[in-house]
Each structure stands twice: as C-alpha cells, then as structure tokens.
C-alpha cells in the first residue's frame, strides 16, 4: 500500500457506498404514499431482507455515527418494540401477500437492550408476517458489556444464527478516550456464551483512526481478537464529525491521527488478519476462507447494503424503526428520525416515510457500477453499460475524476475494463467516487477516503 497515495487522496471525505446515491441526497418528495406504492409494486416472485433499528443504549459511545439516544427507563423500549411490531404489520398488509425473507438484520443502538420476551415477541411477529425459511441468516447487533444470558436463550429460541460485537480497541486507553471501556474478558464471555447456545456467526467490529491508537495497540486488539476466532471482522475508520454527532465533541482533535497515520493503522489491521488466514472482502470486511461471504467474493455475488458488503441478493429491503432505511427496485425511502415522529405515524396508521429517492435509469447504472468495484476492486464497464442500455465510453467520458487516478496509478483500464491497483486498493472509495454524479452536494457529512 502506497503511503504517497494516503497523503494524496486520504483527507477527501467520501461516502462509504453502501447506497448510490447515498443518504443526503434523499428528498421529503418521497413519503408515505409512494413508499405504499412501490411496496404494492414488490413483484410476486421477490424475496425481501428485512432491518429493524433499535435506537437505544444505556451509555453514548463518544465516537458512535448512529441515530441512537439514552435511555434509563425500560418502558420507552417496551414502547418503542410494540410500534416496530406495528409497523411490521402495516407494511405486510401494504405488500399484501406473506413475502419470503431470506436475512433479517437488528442493528441500532443496541438490540439486545430490549426484554428477552419482547425481542422473541417481535420475531415472532415477523413470522406471521412474512415467510421467514428455517435457512434464513439472522444477525443481531450486540453490545457485550449489557448481553444477558436471558437475551442469548431468546436469541436462540427465536433462530438467531449471527451475532455482530462491537469489539472497536481492547487498549484501555483508548476506550476511556471513547468513552467505551470493555474488557477482553467481557468480550469472551459474551462469544463462549452465544457459541454455546448454537449461535456460531461470530462477527467483530474493529475501528481504526480513534484517539491516541497506535500501531502497537492496533496489533494488541488484532491479536487478542484473534484467539476468540470469529467467523468475519468488519474493520472501519472513524468519521469524526462533530458538527452533526454533538457528543463526538467529547473527543479531543489533536489526538487522532491524521491521514497517513489512519493508513499505517489500518493496513496494519488488514495484514496481521490476513496473515492469520481471513480473506479480506472489499474495503473493510475480513472473514474465513470457508465463510459464506469469501464464498461470494469467490463466485463474484457479493454484495453492498446498508450494513456493509453481504451476502444478500435480495433486491427488496425493508427497513423499520426510527431512521431506518429501506430500498425497492424504484428508490430508497427512510423513516423519521425522532422517534416520536415515527411512533405518531405507526400509531395512526400511517406509514413512517418522512423522504427518499426516486433511482433514475442513469443512477441504476451508476450504482451497479460503484457496486462491483466496491466489491470487486474492479469493473466491466462494457457489460455492465450494455446490460443498462449504455455506452461505456460516454460513461468514462462523464468521469472526469478518473484521469488523475489513472495518471497516479491508483487505476488502471484496459478498454473498458477498469481495475483498482493492488497497492491502491485502500482508495476503492476514491474510485468509486469518479462514477458518483452527485458526489460535491454533500461531501461534508462524509468521513476521510483513509
């Protein structure tokens, strides 16, 4: 990995693409009506993925980028669980039919905050819903300090099979610097009890570019991380954005890194996991060669979503919750942010939709473009214009971004074929950039391309 490229290209902020286009772009032209609509739409054949966001924690983790809030008081979450069960409810009589669903998501916030019987009442609410298969993945973010074992045994009983921890640095002084201490022995606890209950996908998120992370604690974390096995790691930069996340501000500037010292951070993480035998997936998902994400990667099905890179084929996602986001065949819709906006509109009927956006055929291009070379490092740009009812040259025309990466070596092209450099690889967002037409409107809510 280039360190000149880090210094060149590494203070750009950029999205993450794990939509096109991407969240601000969103518009309130979008609502409720069209949301109803399109989900009328869904064809018969269509199988669905669904993501419910739990927006709450018991503690603010000083770098969190999510919707969530504080709560103390377990009846706001009881509350908040039997409107998510609502509106699981109107959409499924908004689809009309009992839809298929391979994947089902919890993220938040913290999932697992609710009371057992409540999370194993809400899956089974799904169930009659929708036609949840027995092979379905079913993954539920997790906050190690706060897990019971009465939540792991309802997560078992209601089919849990993935289990995501929020792992971030074992350095203990970074977790006060975050506001974020755990324990390695929390952590192992957590994975000997999910393991023992038959939940085996064990994923970790590790985050590089946090106050006074070094290296050396980079590698510690890796290292203790590593004798627990999980199945995948996902590995993300910080996005320090303290206009937009208040409490980000909790976090002294002057010690996070910059640019290149994200770089060395992170290629320290990808090489001692990758030395350890995971196959890196992308930009930032590291995972067992006999995983079903490396399997993917290998038969070039992988795919990009709201959650990061996935082995999902589902072109219908729902989202439920406060904020959640969900994409259909015609556009992306979300739902209110505050959660009493989002509980007003379920409680009366109504779906949740507060905006969303409308995919032209030229963005259906575009995103299938950004996607492979997110997933891939590379791109077809002839068959994929061609599938589109393209030219590939009008597309690269229309890129001019593309010149200077080709000129510094972060890509190569032959013809029409596109190709990330291997030591370039860390900059795929800049690449996929170069196919973004709405990139400048917005380049200030996104995080560094390293």
Known sequence: ???????????????????????????RAIGADTYATWLAEIPTNASASLYLHVPFCREMCWYCGCHTQIVRRDGLIAAYQRTLGSEIELVAATVGRRIKVEHIHFGG????????????????????AFFVPPSAEIAVEIDPRTLTADMVEAMRLSGVN?????????????????????????TASVVDMLR?????GINFDLIYGLPHQTVASCLDTVRRALTLAPERFSVFGYAHVPDFKKHQRMIDK?????????????????????EAGYVQIGLDHFAKADDSMAVALRERTLRRNFQGYTTDTSEVL??????????????????????GAYSQSIAAGRLATAKGYGLTDDD??????????????????????????????AMLNSAPRLKSL?????????????????????????????????????????????
């Open 1 to 27: 990995m280039r360190a000149d490229l880090a210094v060149s290209y590494g203070e750009e902020r950029l999205p993450r693409y794990t939509s096109y286009p991407t969240a601000p772009h969103f518009s």
């Open 109 to 128: 916030g913290t999932p697992t905050i609710m009371a057992p019987e409540a999370f194993a009442e809400l899956m089974a609410t799904m169930r009659r």
């Open 162 to 186: 993935r289990a995501s921890l929020g792992v971030q640095s074992f350095d203990p002084v970074v977790q006060r610097a975050i506001n974020r201490v755990q324990s390695f022995e929390q």
């Open 196 to 200: 023992r209950a038959g939940i085996q």
């Open 254 to 274: 002057s010690v996070l890194p910059d640019g290149p010292a994200r770089h060395d951070r992170a290629c320290a993480i990808a090489n001692a996991l990758k």
């Open 318 to 339: 729902l989202g439920f919750g406060a904020s959640a986001i969900g994409h259909l065949p015609q556009g992306y819709v979300q739902n209110e942010v505050p959660i």
């Open 364 to 393: 259906r291009l575009r995103a299938d473009i950004i996607e492979r070379i997110m997933c891939e490092f590379s791109a077809d740009l002839g068959a994929i214009c061609a599938r589109h009812g393209a030219a590939a040259e």
């Open 406 to 450: 080709v000129s510094d070596g972060v890509v190569r092209l032959d013809g029409d074929r596109l190709a990330v450099a291997k030591d370039a690889r860390f900059l795929v967002r800049s690449v996929a950039a170069a196919f973004d037409a709405h990139l400048d409107a917005a380049k200030q809510l996104h995080s560094r391309a390293v």
